[in-house]
Nanobody, 120 residues
Framework: QVQLVESGGGLVQPGGSLRLSCTAS?????????MAWYRQAPGTQRELVAN???????NYSDSVKGRFTITRDKDKNTVFLQMNSLRPEDTAVYYC?????????????WGQGTRVTVSS
């Protein structure tokens, strides 16, 4: 089992920055293969924003590439999402997720979400 707790959301003006944090805990935390950030805006499907593997490979959606950076502190089981040059279309609830890969399936764990609002 993995528990994920996010923090760092809030209201920011266009062009501003925010840093989200997600700390993982639980008996399966050392088995996590991938940590990720997803987001969901009202009336839309949840979408992948960025992820980072246990080997520190990263992947970004085209909409955030060059503006957002995902990093991790392995010792603290924490992943960060630095969001710069924020746009109104980045407004969403951001969810932290972890993946544990088994031979036949992948198990996902989700945080409770943190709201990001980009508005003047």
């Amino acid at each position: 089992q993995v528990q994920l707790v996010e923090s760092g959301g809030g209201l920011v003006q266009p062009g501003g920055s925010l840093r989200l944090s997600c700390t993982a805990s639980g008996r399966s935390v050392k088995k996590i293969n991938v940590m990720a950030w997803y987001r969901q805006a009202p009336g839309t499907q949840r979408e992948l924003v960025a992820n980072i593997t246990s080997g520190d490979s990263t992947n970004y959606s085209d909409s955030v590439k060059g503006r957002f950076t995902i990093t991790r502190d392995k010792d603290k089981n924490t992943v960060f999402l630095q969001m710069n040059s924020l746009r109104p279309e980045d407004t969403a609830v951001y969810y932290c997720a972890s993946e544990i890969h088994f031979s036949a399936h992948t198990t996902y764990y989700w945080g409770q979400g943190t709201r990001v609002t980009v508005s003047s």
